[in-house]
């Protein structure tokens, strides 16, 4: 079967810095997506990796490693608005999207 | 601004009482998508149109049908809601371009509540 992992809640520090991990085993693989979903909102777009390395937006950074099935998802100078889950999702090769649970984000001041 | 606009955002119906959901785009995005989401679980695919063409998961319940009656609007039936079917409902869009990444644009959701 199809699988995503990541952990489901993780704290941290206002102003630290955090890696959420995600592990996948899928049919195939056409890209990873990260997305941020605040309690009770719908999810947004964060990034998207489809070839192995570090993807940088601002304070946001992903990993790939496809040999490894593995993503992570960095976040530098956390504030408070980052707390949320975020999701890991995996377009296997029928261009389906697999999703993971989402690791619950909690940042203390 | 381009969006996903979901109704109701709110929306509490009795068991068995029938619920409509609705989306609408602007974003003229030729794919639309309905999830279902319950706490702290990953998003369920329910349907899915790519263009005209309705796509129903395998194991999405009789109970839930969808109607597409052009490219903006996409609507959820729920014949007979159970306790089981209360739960977030997300609608998305996306643009096949063929090439790079497929990303979902997601309405704010419809959260029903069933009593």
């Known amino acids: 079967g199809q699988n995503i992992d990541q952990p489901t809640e993780m704290t941290a520090t206002e102003g630290a810095i955090v890696q959420i991990n995600c592990t996948y085993q899928t049919s195939g693989f056409n890209g990873l997506f990260w997305y941020q979903q605040h309690a009770g909102e719908a999810p947004t777009f964060l990034s998207y990796n489809v070839l192995d390395g570090l993807e940088e937006k601002g304070r946001f950074s992903s990993f790939l490693s496809r040999s490894k099935g593995y993503s992570y998802l960095l976040l530098k100078e956390l504030q408070m608005k980052d707390s949320a889950s975020y999701l890991c999702a995996v377009e296997d090769s029928n261009y389906q999207l697999i999703w993971g649970a989402g690791t619950k984000l909690i940042i203390k001041p | 601004d381009a969006m996903v606009i979901q109704n109701p955002r709110y929306q509490v119906t009795q068991f068995g009482k029938p619920v409509t959901l609705s989306c609408s785009q602007t974003l003229n995005h030729n794919v639309m998508y309905w999830y279902q989401q319950k706490s702290s679980q990953a998003p369920k695919l329910l349907f899915h149109y790519y263009d005209k063409d309705f796509n129903n998961e395998a194991d999405t319940p009789d109970n839930f049908q969808s109607r597409r009656p052009n490219t903006s609007f996409c609507f959820l ?30 309405g704010a959701g419809s959260r029903l509540t069933v009593l």
């Open chain 2, 77 to 106: 039936d729920i014949r007979s809601p159970g306790l089981g079917d209360a739960a977030m409902y997300l609608c998305a869009t996306s643009r096949t371009t063929g090439t790079g990444a497929n990303v979902l644009t997601f």
